[in-house]
Every structure is written in C-alpha cells, then in structure tokens.
C-alpha cells in the first residue's frame, strides 16, 4: 500500500454510487432513445393524417365531378330557389346530389 498513489482530491467511489450513477445515466440514455421512438411514432402519424387527408380530396374531388356530369333543369332550380327562398347555387346542388329530382330535392330541403 506503501507504492500506491492516492490523488489527495478524489475519494474513492463505492459499489453504490457506481450502481446509482449507471442507473442514472442508463435513464437518461432511455429517455433520449424513448423520445426517438415518439419522433418516429409522430412522423408516421402525421404522414398516415395526410395520406388520408389526399384521399379525402381525391373523394371529394370525384364527387364533385360525378355532381357536375348530372343533368338538370335550370326551371327547376329557379322554382326551388324562389319558392324556398333558396341561394340558386344551393338549389342547384341540392338538384345534383338527387340526380335531379326537384320532388326529392324539395323534400330533402323541407325535412
């Protein structure tokens, strides 16, 4: 012991706080991987949020163009417009969505 050389300004560490700084920096080490995780789980959520978002539009879209190939009556939009008192543009759609049925519009707008 005599040969040994002890650095007056260190102490020596125990088993103890050896086990508790390793426990501490594999929580530290945990909380960083874990936050990875969540990054990767966000960015698959957001790009699942726009896939459907695009599909959305495209459905929205097709549905628009499906209204505007139906044919209507532009007599019936504007009876249903002056006799409800109706914007002619939501007559119009209303004719369209009943593949232009004004019997069928008419009742929609009543009910």
Do not use: W
Not at 1 to 26: C, F, H, Y
Not at 67 to 74: C, D, E, H, P, Q
Not at 80 to 85: P, Q, V
Not at 101 to 111: G, K, T
Request: charged content about 35%; aromatic content about 2%; hydrophobic content about 40%.
């Amino acid at each position: 012991m005599a040969d040994e050389i002890v650095d007056p300004g260190s102490r020596p560490t125990d088993s103890k706080d050896l086990q508790q700084q390793n426990k501490a920096l594999d929580s530290l080490t945990d909380h960083v991987e874990d936050r990875q995780l969540d990054a990767n789980r966000v960015q698959q959520a957001m790009a699942s949020i726009a896939a459907n978002a695009a599909a959305d539009r495209n459905a929205q879209r097709l549905r628009e163009k499906e209204l505007a190939a139906v044919k209507i009556n532009t007599s019936d939009v504007d009876f249903i417009a002056n006799e409800l008192e109706l914007d002619k543009k939501v007559a119009e759609r209303m004719l369209r969505e009943h593949k232009g049925d004004a019997v069928a519009a008419i009742r929609s707008l009543l009910y």
